[in-house]
């Protein structure tokens, strides 16, 4: 039986979203046959007992739940996303909130062994459940934790029971949590499938999200290997280290046609994860890390949310498309990628980008463009963000970089707080941006 979620994803960071302008973008994607919105919270809830964590455009219990009647109202059932261990940089730069942290230098992610940390993000969760009110499904995020038990305190815990199983130690009472309230908790991934001995122990109510942004196609020439932060060939995966998933996951993902090709079938964890046992909604992006400012890189984007629609639909429980870094365009601009998609869940055989978007640019627009497509390749041209020259940099720059260096060294985190923010955006993506 075909899945049938397909949920569009609201990224709250950073600015808050007009009330009219979200209708008008729900009635949208409705109109094009999303069902479901991941709807990640962030700081724009006032929370009761927390309420040093709002926005200054935060919305109160009230007003969530309003606006959450308003999406409804358009046939979605509203998921709520609050972040779990990785990403909680809404929580963790508040003044007081510094305590919850693994580690001071690194201000995005909980402390693992912090009783505390897990009660306030369960806390969290339940102020989100009251205001959003969810149907079944509530996301605990969960990715990107690539600093996880690095502090000298966790380095004991992580030589006894390895870093996925501290990982598992952590989400563990969490997910406990959201099931005893009744719904069922959702995860990213790419964390689990970093460690693919711990998936088995986690419970069969957890439903996981696929998330692979970079393939685009059916069959696909490099597979990402988790468990290495990086992309294998077919001649390179003979060499890679990489015990768990070999052992794990790679009946999955290499096949008798792998091995006449050097292909590999597209989105293989998704269909690794449903072999374990779970549910499994695979997610594609609109936009994401790695992209230019002001227009997403559509010659990635528009593929790889048709293939991954497709195999969601196919090989899963359906799809969510997300749409991160909202800061660096504004959300209109997704709007080819999120249709996009709804043809390949539809279950349309070819990709083809030209008729796609021509198709995309008449149904929005309610008129035939045929240049459209020409424009959507020209508006996504890359500008570098720098150009190396050899030169001498002159005194004044030098006098600059180290009054830069003495502000660092100033602040509470210092130059290692530094290193540390640029760690995180280096791996945002996996440990590698998009072509």
């Not at 639909?313 to 991160?324: E, I, P």
Request: proline letters at 7%; glycine letters at 8%.
């Amino acid at each position: 039986m075909p899945g049938t979620l397909l949920a569009f994803h609201f990224d709250m960071k950073r600015a808050m979203w007009a009330e009219d302008f979200m209708a008008g973008y729900a009635a949208t994607l409705a109109e094009w046959g999303y069902n479901t919105i991941l709807y990640e919270v962030e700081d724009k809830l006032i929370f009761p007992n927390h309420p040093a964590l709002a926005h200054v455009d935060a919305l109160d219990a009230t007003a969530t739940g309003d606006r959450m009647a308003s999406l409804r109202g358009h046939g979605f059932r509203i998921i709520p996303m609050v972040q779990s261990l990785g990403h909680a940089e809404a929580v963790l730069t508040k003044p007081g909130y510094e305590r919850f942290r693994e580690s001071p230098a690194h201000d995005s992610q909980y402390d693992p062994l912090s009783e505390d940390a897990r009660g306030l993000i369960c806390d969290l969760i339940d102020q989100v459940i009251d205001a959003v009110r969810p149907e079944d499904y509530f996301h605990l995020g969960g990715d990107e934790t690539w600093n996880l038990g690095q502090s000298p305190k966790c380095q004991p815990i992580v030589a006894e029971i390895g870093t996925g199983g501290l990982y598992l130690r952590h989400m563990l009472p969490i997910i406990e949590h959201v099931i005893a309230r009744g719904l069922r908790p959702i995860l990213w991934a790419d964390i689990a499938l970093s460690h693919p001995e711990i998936i088995d122990r986690f419970p069969r109510e957890v439903a996981w999200m696929d998330w692979d942004y970079w393939t685009a196609g059916e069959r696909w020439d490099s597979l990402h290997v988790w468990e290495t932060a990086r992309r294998f060939t077919w001649p390179e995966l003979a060499s890679a280290d990489a015990p768990g998933f070999s052992r794990y996951l790679a009946p999955y993902a290499v096949d008798e046609q792998t091995r006449r090709d050097g292909t590999f079938p597209a989105f293989p964890y998704t269909a690794a994860l449903r072999g374990m046992g779970f549910d499994v909604i695979t997610a594609p992006a609109t936009r994401s890390w790695g992209d230019a400012m002001g227009i997403p890189l559509n010659s990635v984007h528009l593929p790889n949310c048709f293939f991954a629609t497709l195999t969601g639909r196919n090989a899963g429980n359906g799809a969510c498309v997300t749409s991160w870094t909202v800061r660096h365009s504004h959300p209109l601009v997704n709007l080819p990628g999120a249709y996009v998609a709804t043809q390949g869940f539809s279950g349309e055989e070819a990709f083809d980008a030209d008729a796609l978007l021509c198709r995309y640019a008449e149904e929005r627009f309610d008129t035939a463009l045929p240049a459209f497509a020409d424009a959507v390749r020209l508006a996504e041209g890359r500008v570098p963000w720098c150009q190396m020259l050899e030169m001498t940099p002159p005194a004044s720059a030098c006098d600059a970089i180290r009054n830069w260096l003495d502000e660092v060294d100033a602040q509470p985190e210092g130059r290692a707080g530094l290193m540390a923010s640029i760690e995180q955006t280096a791996f945002g993506s996996g440990g590698e941006a998009l072509p």
